[in-house]
Each structure stands twice: as C-alpha cells, then as structure tokens.
C-alpha cells in the first residue's frame, strides 16, 4: 500500500461541543468547565495525546513478534505541557504543547536488548509521534461560506 489520505470531519454542534466522524466513527471532543466547555468530552489536546499513545500502542502489538518479544500487555501514559494563555489570548506564548513525555508499560519477559531495539523501532515508525516531532505543511485548502437561501 502506498501513499494514502485520510480524512476526518469536525462539526461544531453547540457551546464548544464538536463532533468529529472519519470512515463512519465518531468522537465528542468539548472542552472542560474551567476552559468554557460542558465537558461532554476529552478536549483537543487530550485527544492529540490519546491518538499518540493509541499510535505507539499498535506500532508495539503490529510488530512484536519481528522483535522476539512475546506481548503480554501494552500500556503508554502520555502527558504534555500546554501554558492555556496562548489559546485564551492572554499573553504572546505559544497555544500548542511545549512538551511531550511518555512512559512505555510492557509486559513481557523479553530480555533488556531487546526491549530496547523494540522501544526505539516504535518511537520511530509511529506515525503520529512523527507528524508531532517534525514540521508538516498545515493550511486551508479553501474557505467555503455557506449561508441558507431564502
């Protein structure tokens, strides 16, 4: 399989309440209280965190057995530091993560050289971990206003 698209469509639905659909699969994403939001569900930015950790989940159970590690269990803890006055507008910092950290739970009985070769092989062939790590061309195709006709 080569280069392929992938689509997903965000829907404001009330307040700060999205929903997202991709292939037929949908997500609530909201904000918390305290961000404005009625908390119906993860926000944007725990949802980046989750798609990370999901992503090295299934590069860790996709390519296990070419590593000679019989996987019991795989868990990532992710975690990311975001100053919120960026996407409030309240002073001239950047709205997006400054850090990323994970913490890799694997259970097995695979001996340390290897875990080690695996760890790296998954850091590196996960594809969200690298749209995160490396700059990605991000823009507006086109703005479509769509208003009702009377």
């Known amino acids: 399989m080569a280069k392929q698209t992938f689509t997903a469509t965000?829907?404001?639905?009330?307040?700060?309440l999205v929903e997202t659909e991709s292939r037929g699969h949908r997500i609530?994403?909201?904000?918390?209280?305290?961000?404005?939001?009625s908390d119906k569900g993860m926000n944007p930015v725990e949802?980046?965190?989750?798609?990370?950790?999901?992503?090295?989940?299934?590069v860790a159970r996709t390519y296990a057995s070419q590593f000679g590690i019989d996987l019991?269990?795989?868990?990532?803890?992710?975690?990311?530091?975001?100053?919120?006055?960026?996407?409030?507008?309240?002073?001239?910092?950047?709205p997006g993560f400054s850090n990323i950290r994970y913490i890799f739970h694997i259970d097995t009985e695979a001996p340390a050289e290897k875990i080690s070769a695996y760890q790296e092989f998954i850091?590196?062939?996960?594809?969200?971990?690298?749209?995160?790590?490396?700059?990605?061309?991000?823009?507006?195709?086109?703005?479509?206003?769509?208003?009702?006709?009377?």
Request: net charge negative; proline share 5%.
């Open 28 to 37: 609530l994403i909201d904000e918390p209280q305290e961000l404005g939001g």
């Open 72 to 94: 019991k269990g795989f868990r990532v803890t992710v975690e990311g530091d975001l100053d919120t006055d960026g996407f409030l507008n309240k002073s001239n910092v950047r």
């Open 10 to 16: 965000a829907t404001w639905k009330e307040n700060l």
């Open 47 to 58: 949802v980046v965190l989750s798609a990370l950790g999901a992503c090295q989940a299934i």
């Open 123 to 150: 850091e590196t062939h996960c594809p969200v971990g690298d749209t995160l790590a490396n700059p990605v061309a991000l823009k507006a195709s086109q703005v479509i206003v769509e208003h009702p006709t009377y």
